[in-house]
Structure formats: structure tokens, C-alpha cells
């Protein structure tokens, strides 16, 4: 599934980044790789999404999310 279609306070991890490549290596360079957990914060379906990942806040705007995909993390 695609990152923008998570739920709020949901943990996933990133399986595929298929973004510009001068955008992935920018969020390579934040940590955000395959393999990387990730918790969508605030998903409220209009303009960007608040997530955290390596211990730290960020907002991702919708292009971005929407090319991140992510499977749900086992419990």
C-alpha cells in the first residue's frame, strides 16, 4: 500500500521508494530507507502528513507519500 493511504498512529515499513532520484537520496540522507519503520502521525487527507521515523518528526507532502510504499509492521 502507498504511505498516504496509512492510518493515524499506525507503524509500517517501507518496502519500495520510487521517487526522483535526487528526492530519495534526500530522504536516504534523513534515514528513511527501505526496510525503515514509519509512523504516520497525522493523516488527515489534505495537504502534507506528519510522520516520524529514526526518533524525529517530519511532514511529507502528498507527491511524496504517494510514492512510498509500505507493508503494516508485524506485532
Known sequence: MRLKEGKNNHT???EKIQIELNLER????LGLTE???ITILNNDKKGAMTV???GT???LGRR???NIF???EAA
Open 64 to 66: 511524496i507519500a504517494d
Open 57 to 59: 518528526r517530519f511532514a
Open 12 to 14: 509500517y515499513v517501507v
Open 35 to 37: 526496510g525503515s519503520k
Open 26 to 29: 534526500r530522504l536516504e540522507a
Open 70 to 72: 509500505v507493508k503494516e
Open 52 to 54: 516520524k521515523f529514526r
